[in-house]
Nanobody
Framework: QVQLVESGGGLVQAGGSLRLSCAAS????????MGWYRQAPGKQRELVAA???????NYADSVKGRFTISRDNAKNTVYLQMNSLKPEDTAVYYC?????????WGQGTQVTVSS
């Protein structure tokens, strides 16, 4: 089964930027989707941005125009560039991949945006 390793979280002031990385190890076949979710304290996990199997992207309305998802297929890595960060973006960010019959989550990386 594929494993996901995330990096790039941290503490940033409002208006700043961070870039998250998620590297997938192992063989990926029948890819359905790969992307990022987040979970703030006391809230449900929500989709931030993701690629579908056809390559199209989907963003949460709250991050459109500020966040950009990209990928490097040769490295099996997906990135999330986060600009103009707001305190409400504070959450644990999780990488997710859905392929074949598997739904795999990374361990999560904390993003904290101070006002």
């Amino acid at each position: 089964q594929v494993q996901l390793v995330e990096s790039g979280g941290g503490l940033v002031q409002a208006g700043g930027s961070l870039r998250l990385s998620c590297a997938a190890s192992g063989s990926i076949f029948s890819l359905n989707a790969m992307g990022w979710y987040r979970q703030a304290p006391g809230k449900q996990r929500e989709l931030v941005a993701a690629f579908s199997s056809g390559g199209s992207t989907n963003y949460a309305d709250s991050v459109k125009g500020r966040f950009t998802i990209s990928r490097d297929n040769a490295k099996n890595t997906v990135y999330l560039q986060m600009n103009s960060l707001k305190p409400e973006d504070t959450a644990v960010y999780y990488c997710n991949i859905q392929y074949f019959r598997y739904n795999v989550w990374g361990q999560g990386t904390q993003v904290t945006v101070s006002s």
